[in-house]
């Protein structure tokens, strides 16, 4: 039933099952990702033993965590670097055989043993001597599709250059054809323009003259209107400067009274706001004086650090513990003889 399966055209992501330390994964992957023709393989191995007891079960778990991205990959590949009969005994399990026949992608082997075939080989799609032949096989697909691709286009261009040229040859017999026909109805309309053209020349004529002397009329009546509303927009103009004149002067007046009130205003704001913001900064430098660590040592006080840290309780220190105190001119370091806590009755 695998062999049935149709190859990708392009396998190019392969899921491989074999050991990780076995020579023939090696020269797989080398002669893969070395090709000469630059093709780019995505693979994943699945690790799997290749002899033993066990080996038909560890590959079968394989394939069973490849289905699970049966979508993902396009073949899987099972190699090892060959080995004695006995070695090999495993690819003759009839339970791996099955799980080869029933897997949803083509199984490709090369287990590296040339005189005999296994099982394995059998049902798989397609066996291979050697895992180096593996890599060779999948190579030599791609190529093979890069051939056809290369062959589709030169085809393609094929086609489109015979149907340019039947094109091309249709255009030409149809610009031959319709040349005398385009021809004689451009000289059709030629005449028809022609004529047309003297009877609006005519026609444009008499127009001119007809408008000419109305238009000589309208403008003595236009200039006799024009001189009037002139002569009564002036005088209105006239009486509209005076207004806004007197209208002005005492805006601007008014306008000087309320911005010196208003300069006052800003003035004593302005004073208030000062004072209140640097009497506000004196008490915050009051303050951080008052904070200020170097000013508590000098009213004779210190800062004991143990461990890098300064100590906030007895709980923290050990008898033995050394201890490193800070005063204001210096630093010394104790240690620890004696602890005594403090009763809680002294401390209220």
């Known amino acids: 039933m695998n062999k049935d399966l149709e190859l990708p055209m392009v ?21 893969l990702n070395n090709n000469a023709y630059g093709y ?14 066990q080996a038909s079960e560890s590959i079968i778990a394989a394939l069973e965590h490849i289905y699970l991205y049966e979508d993902f990959f396009d073949v899987v590949v099972i190699i090892r670097g060959g080995g004695s009969q006995l070695d090999l005994s495993c690819f ?10 029933q897997f949803p992608l083509p199984v490709l082997t090369g287990i590296g043993h040339e005189k005999d075939d296994t099982i394995s080989d059998m049902v798989a799609h397609t066996r291979m001597k050697t895992p180096t032949a593996v890599a060779e096989f999948l190579v030599a697909g791609v190529m093979q599709f890069e051939v056809h691709l290369d062959e589709l286009q030169q085809e ?29 109805l451009l000289f059709n309309r030629q005449k028809k323009l022609s004529r047309y053209v003297w009877q ?37 103009l006239d009486e ?7 209208a002005s002067a005492h805006q601007l007046e008014e306008g000087k009274l309320r911005m010196n009130a208003l300069l006052e205003k800003l003035k004593r704001q302005s004073k208030s706001r000062f004072f209140a913001e640097r009497n506000h900064l004196l008490l915050a430098e009051k303050r951080r004086e008052l904070l200020d660590p170097l000013n508590i040592l000098k009213r004779g006080y210190s800062i004991t650090y143990h461990s890098g840290k300064a100590l906030k309780e007895i709980a923290q220190l050990q008898e033995g513990d050394e201890v490193r105190t800070m005063l204001v001119d210096g630093t010394f370091t104790s240690r620890v003889i004696e602890k005594t806590k403090e009763s809680k009755r002294n401390k209220s």
């Open 200 to 236: 609006m020349e005519s026609s444009v004529s008499e127009i001119l003259r007809s408008n000419e002397y109305r238009l000589s009329r309208k403008k003595d009546e236009i200039k006799e209107l024009s001189g009037r509303l002139i002569h009564d927009k002036r005088y209105r």
């Open 156 to 184: 393609f261009v094929n086609s489109v250059e015979d149907i340019l040229a039947e094109s091309r040859q249709r255009l030409d017999n149809a610009v031959k054809t319709l040349k005398p026909v385009v021809q004689q």
């Open 240 to 246: 509209y400067h005076h207004f806004i004149s007197r």
């Open 40 to 53: 780019r393989f995505y693979t994943h191995l699945f690790p799997a033993l290749m002899q033993g007891n």
């Open 92 to 101: 003759d399990d009839y339970e791996l055989a099955f799980h080869i026949t």
């Open 11 to 31: 396998p190019q992501k392969v899921a491989v099952i074999s050991s990780s330390t076995a020579a023939g994964y090696q020269d797989f992957q080398n002669q």
